[in-house]
T-cell receptor, first 115, second 113 residues
Framework: AQKVTQAQTEISVVEKEDVTLDCVYE???????LFWYKQPPSGELVFLIR??????QNEISGRYSWNFQKSTSSFNFTITASQVVDSAVYFC????????????FGKGTHLIIQP | DTGVSQDPRHKITKRGQNVTFRCDPI?????LYWYRQTLGQGPEFLTY????????KSRLLSDRFSAERPKGSFSTLEIQRTEQGDSAMYLC???????????FGQGTRLTVV
């Protein structure tokens, strides 16, 4: 079985601050895939990034960056210079074991960016 | 094709009634998934199809739930004899076969009264 832990239930920051969302993925499989999704108030889950367990390169896309460390099973997500439009619930998810159980999601982190 | 679409967006039903939801995936995607999301939780996997074959079902999918994907195109999820505990957002997603990202529809919010 897989488990995704997002320890931060809610984070509130002032606009333009940097913020990091934490995620830990537990699985017995050596090959797995990690994802981040954004769920704005409208409700639709929006795909942000996918990372393979054998690729520990960090990735930057505009104001977003991701740090994957296999040794600690962590896949953290940083938003630089946050904006009000970043306010949403962010879900980390994992996929392993042949994908038979679909994506395993964490409980999500509610990010509030105050103007 | 602009994405995964689900119909209806909202459904209110009386306890004991049957309901059916529809999902139209991204046309070139072979895999189709159903998830359920309750308030304050992440989505939970229900079942998935590879083309028209239903390959996996979660233990969450009781015998009151049935899903189909005729001809490997759209899919339907039916809930028979609805219970108040079935109230949730039902999400459909699709992807290419394998460990690729899934794209989600806007969901069907079911309320059982």
């Amino acid at each position: 079985a897989q488990k995704v832990t997002q320890a931060q239930t809610e984070i509130s920051v002032v606009e333009k601050e940097d913020v990091t969302l934490d995620c830990v993925y537990e699985t017995r499989d050596t090959t797995y895939y990690l994802f981040w999704y954004k769920q704005p108030p409208s409700g639709e889950l929006v795909f942000l990034i996918r990372r393979n367990s054998f690729d520990e390169q960090n990735e930057i896309s505009g104001r977003y960056s991701w740090n994957f460390q296999k040794s600690t099973s962590s896949f953290n997500f940083t938003i630089t210079a946050s904006q009000v439009v970043d306010s949403a619930v962010y879900f980390c998810a994992g996929l392993s074991g042949g994908g038979a159980d679909g994506l395993t999601f964490g409980k999500g982190t509610h990010l509030i960016i105050q103007p | 094709d602009t994405g995964v679409s689900q119909d209806p967006r909202h459904k209110i039903t009386k306890r004991g009634q049957n309901v059916t939801f529809r999902c139209d995936p991204i046309s070139e995607h072979n895999r189709l998934y159903w998830y359920r999301q309750t308030l304050g939780q992440g989505p939970e996997f229900l079942t998935y199809f590879q083309n028209e074959a239903q390959l996996e079902k979660s233990r969450l999918l009781s015998d009151r739930f049935s899903a189909e994907r005729p001809k490997g195109s759209f899919s339907t999820l039916e809930i028979q004899r609805t219970e108040q505990g079935d109230s949730a957002m039902y999400l459909c997603a699709s992807s290419f076969a394998g460990y690729t990202e899934a794209f989600f529809g806007q969901g069907t919010r079911l309320t059982v009264v």
